[in-house]
Structure formats: C-alpha cells, structure tokens
C-alpha cells in the first residue's frame, strides 16, 4: 500500500525557479539556488517545527543551477556555462566552462560524488533535443560522462551506483559507479516515470530515491527499480528538489517554483515557489562535501 504524507510551508520568501537544497551538517546550514535570479541561498533549518531562516545570499550575473559545499564552507557554484569557485572571503575564480560559447544551453542540477568530485548537467534554451551533457570536474579536469541528453536532471548515489534524470523522456538512468577511481559503467534504463515529470533526487539510508515530480505537486519515494512507497504531496504544483537535512537527516526539503504557472495556478496554489518540509519516517544519507583543489 503506498504511503501518503503532506508536506508544510517552511519559508518566509517565494522563489521563482527554487532548486538543488544542500545540507551543510558542520556549519548547520541550508543551502539553495533560485536559479533564474541567480542566487545561492543560505538558511537555518529548526528541526523542531521545519522552519527555514533565510540569513544569507550570494548573488551572480547569470543563472545558477546548483551549488555544492566544501568542508571548510568554500562553495561551487553552476553558473549558466561555467563552474565557479567561491571563497569565504568573497573572492570567485572561473574553475571550467562546462559548455562551449555560443550554445544556448544552461547548466541545471549537479551533486558531489562520494569521493568529492562534481558532477553537473543541462538544459537546452532553445528547441535543440538530445544534446545536453552530464559533467564531472576533479583534479584532472572535466570529463562528460554523458553529451545525448535532453534535460539533465537530478543525480544521487547508492553504494557503488549513480542514478541521474533525464527529465523529458520521464527516465531514471543508473550505472556502476567506482568512486575510488572515478571509472564509470555503461548506462542502463533503471526505469520511467510516465506520470508527470521527475526533476531532482536524492537517497535515504534504505537504498530508496526520493523524486520531485514537476507538474504534479509532489515527491515520489521509490525503489531503486521504480516501485513506488510513498508520495509526499505538495501545494506546489512544481516541485523540483528534495534533499534530507537536519542534524538527524531526518527532515526532507523540498524546493518549488513559481515558473510557468498562471494567475490562476498562483491563486489556487499561493505558496508555490517556497520552501517546504515534511518528516517522512526515513533518513538521508550524509551530502558528502567537495573536494577542492
């Protein structure tokens, strides 16, 4: 029987395309992007009644897909086509362009492997299908692990297994994942999703995923072959990340959006764009932190 639970409201703010919250456990801190504004938010989570404090921003001329934090807090950050290190002085240094000039693509969802690495993905801006990338940078420089998809999405490990979305075809792709080495397998079809569109991911410690699904107002925990548990239903009809945070990784963060919605969905539906949380009886496994250089 499959399980269903509601997610609450935790944020004051609104946010036009929320995405890719990151649970930064040595400073306490959440972390978010509004990826059309172009700025990297931090906030603090009250694990009692799922609040969310907004008291940080960094903000950026262009957009910001995804960000991912060091364990002395210097943050990477996915701008529109390059991958850019920000220090906690303030200072920014270009790392990668990710995508060539001229392409009009934007980098969208990235992740830290288990061994520090980055990993990022994208969208097309224009009508080009079957074309975007999934990328990783490390000491060595960037390497594509994927360059024929249409919108690349959210990206999680299991053990020794990656699991990435590419959103438009609805399908969840897995392969073997050697995070010692960084050698990867060939990519398979773990399964698809035909009932709205899944966006971004992440793992609990059950081995299960846990699925936003823009369109449909909701998150999806299923198991690592598609069956579905649970749905954590959202009064956002576009839901586009969740993530575990707490200091028991216990509270699931949900991302929304305001993007492409009418009047009438914003009347019918006032808090999209907000943060929300809920308690879903599972626990995250920890967000392992980049590893600069």
């Not at 086509?81 to 980098?107: F, K, W, Y």
């Not at 079809?189 to 009932?195: H, L, M, P, S």
Request: overall charge negative; hydrophobic content about 40%; glycine content about 10%.
């Amino acid at each position: 029987m499959i399980r269903r639970l509601t997610a609450t409201p935790a944020s004051e703010d609104r946010y036009e395309l929320g995405e890719g919250p990151v649970w930064d456990a040595a400073r306490g801190r959440l972390r978010w992007v509004d990826i059309v504004a172009g700025v990297v938010h931090e906030g603090l989570l009250d694990a009692e009644t799922g609040r969310v404090t907004a008291v940080g921003r960094h903000t950026f001329n262009s957009t910001v897909g995804a960000v991912a934090v060091a364990a002395d807090g210097t943050m990477i950050v996915a701008e529109q086509a390059t991958l850019t290190r920000l220090d906690l002085d303030g200072r920014r240094t270009e790392l990668a362009r990710v995508l060539p000039l001229g392409v009009r693509s934007r980098l969208n969802d990235g992740a830290v492997d288990p061994a520090g690495r980055f990993l990022v993905g994208s969208l097309a801006q224009d009508g080009r299908k079957g074309q975007e990338v999934l990328a990783r940078l490390d000491e060595t420089g960037l390497t594509y692990l994927d360059t024929d998809l249409v919108l690349s999405n959210g990206l999680a490990w299991i053990g020794d297994r990656l699991y990435s979305v590419d959103t438009l075809p609805g399908i969840v792709w897995v392969r073997d994942y050697d995070a010692a080495t960084g050698k990867t397998g060939p990519r398979r079809e773990a399964f698809v999703i035909t009932d709205g569109k899944p966006d971004g991911i992440c793992a609990d410690a059950d081995g299960n995923l846990w699925i936003a699904n823009w369109g449909l107002g909701r998150v999806e925990c299923r198991t690592r072959t598609g069956e579905l548990l649970t749905v954590v239903e959202v009064d956002a009809p576009h839901t586009s990340c969740p993530a575990f945070a707490g200091p028991d990784l216990d509270t699931l963060v949900i991302t929304t959006a305001t993007q492409g919605l009418s009047s009438d969905d914003l009347a019918a539906h006032p808090d999209s764009g907000r943060l929300f949380t809920a308690r879903v009886h599972a626990r995250g496994l920890p967000m392992p932190y980049w590893n600069p250089f």
